[in-house]
């Protein structure tokens, strides 16, 4: 461990230090959580599952305005996202209005995508999920229409990927040749988040050029842990340094 810290500086290791640094500062920014909410006060929640509980039982019996409706359902989506929990009854509550001529649709779509999380099983995001494609991602629909459904199914696949399946993402992507600018773009982020998450889940032709990174990268099983036991590269670092140190003593007894 001592031998890194007393080896010479050299301007081949001074370069590899500094691009491993900007790759890293790359790995971070990838790897940022889609989930950033900014009120503190929801993570200080002592028992937050009974209170989404009864908070949500007490939505199911609201007679109040369409508006008090929607702070609940952004309130209780907050929770379920941040927290991670369990109400499963949440996503057929918000089926039932998630159809293109809706009040505040977008909001809707927008408590369902936060409410979603990789602990939840899929089985019980997916028929919403299939509700927000049949309704959305059609071309009896708008151009607007689509953009909006594409993009929602892009957000929750991006918290909870499990719920999407191989045949319905490779007929979702067929959108990417479009006649529509939009509609092409948003098909091609839920390609790009695919690549990063399991390549194999799209059309050969779809899955771009392999990198390390992401060449054998696969979708875990849920309730599935992924636990490495060595940092990758670190083995191609060692044998550089050990090439780079033969050089050097090569090069001294070559001197003497």
Avoid: W
Wanted: proline share 4%; with cysteine.
């Amino acid at each position: 461990m001592l031998r890194g810290q007393v080896s010479k500086k050299t301007k081949k290791r001074a370069r590899k230090v500094e691009k491993a640094l900007e790759t890293l500062k790359k790995q971070r920014k990838k790897k940022k959580r889609v989930e950033q909410f900014n009120f503190s006060a929801l993570h200080l929640i002592y028992d937050p599952q009974e209170f989404a509980e009864k908070l949500f039982r007490k939505l199911e019996k609201c007679k109040e305005r369409f508006e008090v409706k929607l702070m609940c359902l952004n309130l209780v989506s907050r929770l379920v996202g941040i927290h991670k929990l369990f109400l499963f009854n949440f996503y057929s509550y918000l089926q039932r209005f998630l159809n293109p001529h809706q009040r505040d649709v977008t909001k809707l779509l927008t408590y369902f995508a936060q409410s979603c999380h990789d602990l939840v099983p899929p089985d019980a995001i997916a028929p919403t999920l299939m509700t927000v494609v049949n309704h959305f991602v059609s071309e009896r629909n708008s151009d607007e229409v689509m953009v909006v459904g594409l993009n929602a199914v892009r957000e929750v696949c991006a918290r909870a990927p499990l719920v999407m399946n191989e045949d319905l993402l490779q007929d979702l992507t067929q959108y990417k040749s479009y006649r529509n600018k939009d509609v092409r773009m948003a098909a091609r982020s839920l390609i790009q988040l695919f690549r990063q998450l399991d390549r194999s889940m799209l059309h050969r032709k779809d899955r771009g050029k392999p990198s390390e990174a992401n060449k054998n990268r696969k979708l875990l099983g849920y309730g599935e842990v992924s636990a490495p036991s060595h940092v990758p590269g670190t083995e191609l670092i060692n044998a550089d340094d050990l090439k780079e140190e033969h050089d050097e003593e090569q090069g001294k007894e070559n001197i003497s």
